[in-house]
């Protein structure tokens, strides 16, 4: 069982950044290929970002290339988004999700799922 915790959302104006951090215990995140989803109101949830178990493969929604870079940490079981040049249509509840499958953007592939934090972007 490995539990999930996201932290670093919050309210921020067009065009800034913010950082996601998701930490995990009860298992070694190694194991997992990792991402960042998001869900805004009346929305389907999407996979914004991915990372594979050794962090040399990486996914990534066209909505967010060259804005958005996921990163991970397998000694601190430790994963990242840093979000830059953020949009109003970025707004959106952030959760981090783990899968034993490889490299993935599909949701019913992740098996553990975070709490979610709030990211606002105001226009």
């Known amino acids: 069982q490995v539990q999930l915790v996201e932290s670093g959302g919050g309210l921020v104006q067009t065009g800034g950044s913010l950082r996601l951090a998701c930490a995990a215990s009860g298992r070694t995140f190694s194991p997992y290929s990792l991402s960042w989803f998001r869900q805004a109101p009346g929305k389907e949830r999407e996979c914004v970002a991915a990372?594979?178990?050794?962090?040399?493969?990486?996914y990534y929604a066209d909505s967010v290339k060259g804005r958005f870079t996921i990163s991970r940490n397998n000694a601190k079981n430790t994963m990242s988004l840093q979000m830059n040049s953020l949009k109003p249509e970025d707004t959106a509840v952030y959760y981090c999700a783990a899968s034993t499958a490889p490299l993935t953007a599909t949701s019913y592939s992740y098996m553990y799922w975070g709490q979610g934090t709030q990211v606002t972007v105001s226009a």
């Open positions: 990372i594979s178990r050794s962090g040399g493969s990486t």
